[in-house]
């Protein structure tokens, strides 16, 4: 065996160790614990109260992650409209900044959408007197589609922009715009499209941060409160499948559709001047989703900016909270550092079987963890005589690593499934070693997937609470606990000042990640051809000047 | 249908790809461009269909300006009254092939449809493909599928690119039987574009020979 292979295998069980082992030495601890007391094995099937809320989960990240999605793919399509000649690169690569807002922490825009509401009721347009109801489900549903929304239009994006060219001219010669877009585009664009609200209904289902402050239960809080009031890891755990079981078989779904999904799409999707007629029920939709993702952008940095601006002690909280601040770009520094040698060894095992689902499924499941599950995992595995690292500050990282090791191993995976064949097939011929070839022309060109899987890391940890919450030594405290801290004390300015610094540190990243997949993934204008399949469906070869890439 | 292009201009970037082109063709005609690879052939009927829009110049179908460069409104592809047979198949992948050959039938009812598709698959010598998906489909059938796809409507101008590039040679000239056949039968209006001079001349009518982006 050689030692890149060496290197690649213990890369892979790094990959599996991390992401599967606080699940898997939590499941050890709730086996024991079920031999011990077998009365316990009772305890992983809803009771008559977890029932409503376990489904009210379900309905819930359903609800908002389809919002998000419909939403995503009328922003995208309405936005397709804007595109005139040359402007059309540029346009595009603009809408990727969007992306930037992915990291903006789901209960900032809470506090944000609030705070305004509450300032909305002040101007009496509710009445005199009369606030505007802004809480429970409703209010917890808005503010987690809005939140959600920058990472669905990029989903959209790369769903939609990739279908092949050469397929949507062939429909736009025969049937009107509208008509295309219902039966080619979508239907082309359809696992990639399932495959983000997916993701997305995993990010909602498992996260309780925003609905906790709506006073709404999800079933993802009753996990952090059934450990909270016993400390008993394996009951937490045993009260945890019900929701493990529903997102395990959301994953299932996934990696079926992952291979199609994460296929190499064809470059040059958008035709540079193309400038579609939609009829106009579709044009109002898109207008009224347009507008919804200008608040998405706008509410948060003016609502923050007036609460922060209008603090007497915005400077002294920030001094006060240096150490935290330090503190978690130093965690989520450090997370995403450690993932990306695991992820990228993920990435390339996923590259060497691509059309299996099982392969598909492993690397994925880790996504359907709850968060503060991982966190009490980590608990169990290190709060042992022979890894003694709970307590230290090797928690938080490894909870960071936890949570966002799967991610970047799809992010390198469709980084390295974009790589011209060619390429590598001539750095095989030419180089002396396979670390040479690994290190002149593979990882070179995986630079993109590179920068954008560190920021995409960088960003997910430095908002992470569930499972930090749980493993953060004593004594520190990252800026995301201590803003949640502050959230259920009541939005005050102090918050909106922390709030604005985590907004502009995830902008700064997410800027860098947007920036880098918009490298790998964006219009590439009118450079056209590349093989699709048997159909052979491909872009222009006769004019050099179209052949392009 | 008449054809009429003044004087039309394309670049890409820095690189102009068509300098000036100025052609007529007449209701009914066949008319084959010829010319090497990256000579514009492909571009000029993309033009024409609607799919890019010229930085100078006009196309005019029937007297009518369909393409201009802006503000001009631009006439949409499928408003224009063309079919097309693309350089490669563009199937599309998720539909059958009796439905991609179908999908420009919109005025007809289903069963008229499907009749007028299997008959433009009978054409193409792929009887009872019609429940096929395109990955089941050879390179030279897939051809032939988006052959008949633009063949099936009867549109009264037919863009023909490289239509027959990856059919196998015996079958050529059977293909080359079909389309005479049809545009005999709808009197269409033809632009057939092809490196190969004796394909062009299996079409028949007049030849162009196009070079650096102008009609020589």
Known sequence: MTSARIAKAGGLAAFFALAYGPIVALGWAAARFVVRSPAAAATMLPTMRTWPILARSVGFAAAVSASAMVLGVLIVTGLWRLRRGAKASRASRALWAV????????????????????????????????????????????VSTLALLPLAVALALVALEHVPRTLREAGQLERPDGAVLRWIVLPLAAPTLLMGGALLFLITVLDYSVTSLYQVTLYALEIFVAFSEKNEAAAAALSAVPLMVVCAVVVAGMARLMPRAMQAPERGGMSPGWRPQWPAGLRRAQGIALVVLAAAVIVPFVSLTRLAAVSPAALETLAKTTDEIVYSLAVALSACLVALPPALAAALWLHDRPRS????????????????????????????????????SAMPVLAGVARVAPLLALLLFAQRS????????????????????????????????????AAVGFVLTLGELGATLIVAPPGRATLTMRIYTYLHFGASDSVAVLCLVLLLAALAAGAVAAAAVGAMWGDKGDAGVADVDGAGAVGDVDDAGQAGA | MNLQITDLTFARGDRTILDGLSLTVASGERCVILGPSGSGKTTLLRLI??????????????GTVVSAPPPARMTPPHARGIAMALQFPALWPHMTVLDNVTFGLAAHDRRGAQAIGEARLADVGLAGYGGRYPHQLSGGEAKRVALARALAPDRPLLLLDEPLVHVEPALRDTLLAVIDARLRASGATVVYVTHDAAEGDGVGGRQVWMKDGRVQ
């Open chain 1, 357 to 392: 689902s099982v392969a598909w499924f492993a690397a994925c499941l880790p996504l359907a963890f709850p968060s503060s599950l991982i966190g009490i995992g980590l608990i169990t595995a290190f709060n042992t005589p022979v890894m003694p690292l709970h307590g230290t």
């Open chain 2, 49 to 62: 269909a609607g799919l890019e829009r010229p930085a100078g110049g006009e196309i005019r179908l029937d």
């Open chain 1, 99 to 142: 992306l930037a807002l992915a990291g903006v922490p789901p209960y900032v825009h809470a506090l944000a959408w609030t705070s305004t509401m509450t300032a909305v009721s002040a101007l009496g347009v509710a009445g005199a007197g009369r606030r505007i109801p802004f809480t429970g489900l409703y209010a917890a549903g808005w």
């Open chain 1, 418 to 453: 974009r790589l011209d064949p060619a390429l590598l097939d001539a750095g095989r011929v030419f180089q002396t070693s396979p670390w040479h070839g690994a290190r002149r022309v593979l990882l070179p060109l995986m630079l993109p997937g590179f920068v954008a899987a």
